[in-house]
């Protein structure tokens, strides 16, 4: 288990990582299960991982979609994942209320693409010293992240990752520009690529979003070409059971062949690429 901020700050920013794992918590079994095989998958490929799921999805489609058990429980099971599989744990928040709390039980918080804007969320996370993801909104260029990460360092963020994942393209539809990647690498911080958010149809399925699962390892792979350095994929075992977001999510037994192929084209970027970020101002 990484013992310290500082340890997990050098990891990630070290190489390659991972974050993954379900949308949100359906049951603790579940989360153990998939948290334990993918700290396997990484041990084995001598990369940093680290959990996430989501407590409460407060912007589901429908009211009528499930949500998480909430915060209380949800906050127990996330701290029972890095207590006993050893591994980092990301989760996302909401309000400026949430933060001291949930950044008890979690290393990493995460600000939702929809409230990536949200100038006192942002400080208030910043002031947990937690590692940050700040998630590029499906609203915004990516150059319109500098001042987001502006809001973050002035408010004494210094272990901030910036995450790209997808922009609004029409009705139902997110494309990933590949050029964000080198644009958000310019802001001198990691750059994750959500490759499962990414190949979401958000309200495709009316009620609920849809999604094309079949696409999420192709453009992971051509983010780890484009020069990003980590990935974030929501995944699950039986992804047409899932309570939240199946049509996006990669089925759990493919995540082993996933992340060997992005490792493999990542060590490649890494020998002829510029490993080069320059800070903002």
Same mark, same amino acid.
């Given at each position: 288990?990484?013992?310290?901020?500082?340890?997990?700050?050098?990891?990630?920013?070290?190489?390659?990582?991972?974050?993954?794992?379900?949308?949100?918590?359906?049951?603790?079994?579940?989360?153990?299960?998939?948290? #334990?095989?993918?700290?396997?998958?990484?041990?084995?490929? =001598?990369?940093?991982?680290?959990?996430?799921? *989501?407590?409460?999805?407060?912007?589901?489609? *429908?009211?009528?979609?499930?949500?998480?058990?909430?915060?209380?429980?949800?906050?127990?099971?996330? *701290?029972?994942?890095?207590?006993?599989?050893?591994?980092?744990?990301?989760?996302?928040?909401?309000?400026? #209320?949430?933060?001291? @709390?949930?950044?008890?039980?979690?290393?990493?918080?995460?600000?939702?693409?929809?409230?990536?804007?949200?100038?006192?969320?942002?400080?208030?996370?910043? @002031?947990?010293?937690?590692?940050?993801?700040?998630?590029?909104?499906?609203?915004?260029?990516?150059?319109?992240?500098?001042?987001?990460?502006?809001?973050?360092?002035?408010?004494?963020?210094?272990?901030?990752?910036?995450?790209?994942?997808?922009?609004?393209?029409?009705?139902?539809?997110?494309?990933? =520009?590949?050029?964000?990647?080198?644009?958000?690498?310019?802001?001198?911080?990691?750059?994750?690529?959500?490759?499962?958010?990414?190949?979401?149809?958000?309200?495709?399925?009316?009620?609920?979003?849809?999604?094309?699962?079949?696409?999420?390892?192709?453009?992971?792979?051509?983010?780890?070409?484009?020069?990003?350095?980590?990935?974030?994929?929501?995944?699950?075992?039986?992804?047409?059971?899932?309570?939240?977001?199946?049509?996006?999510?990669?089925?759990?037994?493919?995540?082993?062949?996933?992340?060997?192929?992005?490792?493999?084209?990542?060590?490649?970027?890494? @020998?002829?690429?510029?490993?080069?970020?320059?800070?903002?101002?």
């Amino acid at each position: 288990m990484f013992e310290t901020q500082r340890d997990l700050w050098r990891r990630l920013e070290g190489g390659f990582f991972l974050i993954a794992g379900p949308c949100v918590i359906e049951s603790e079994a579940l989360c153990l299960k998939i948290a #334990e095989r993918l700290r396997k998958v990484c041990e084995g490929y =001598d990369i940093p991982y680290v959990f996430k799921a *989501s407590f409460d999805k407060a912007n589901r489609t *429908s009211a009528q979609s499930f949500r998480g058990p909430g915060l209380t429980e949800g906050l127990r099971i996330l *701290s029972r994942i890095r207590d006993q599989i050893g591994v980092p744990v990301l989760t996302d928040i909401h309000t400026e #209320e949430q933060t001291a @709390r949930v950044a008890e039980a979690v290393d990493v918080l995460q600000i939702p693409a929809f409230l990536c804007r949200q100038t006192d969320l942002i400080a208030a996370a910043v @002031r947990t010293g937690r590692v940050i993801n700040l998630k590029k909104g499906q609203f915004l260029a990516p150059q319109d992240m500098a001042e987001v990460v502006r809001k973050a360092t002035a408010a004494g963020g210094k272990r901030l990752l910036l995450t790209e994942r997808g922009t609004t393209f029409g009705y139902h539809n997110l494309v990933t =520009d590949m050029r964000a990647f080198p644009i958000l690498g310019r802001l001198g911080f990691p750059v994750v690529f959500d490759a499962t958010h990414s190949v979401q149809l958000p309200g495709g399925g009316g009620s609920r979003s849809g999604g094309q699962r079949e696409f999420a390892p192709l453009l992971a792979r051509c983010a780890m070409a484009a020069g990003a350095d980590g990935l974030f994929v929501e995944t699950h075992p039986h992804p047409d059971r899932a309570l939240s977001d199946g049509p996006n999510m990669i089925p759990l037994a493919q995540m082993d062949r996933v992340v060997a192929e992005c490792l493999a084209i990542k060590k490649a970027w890494n @020998r002829h690429g510029s490993k080069k970020r320059r800070k903002i101002a």
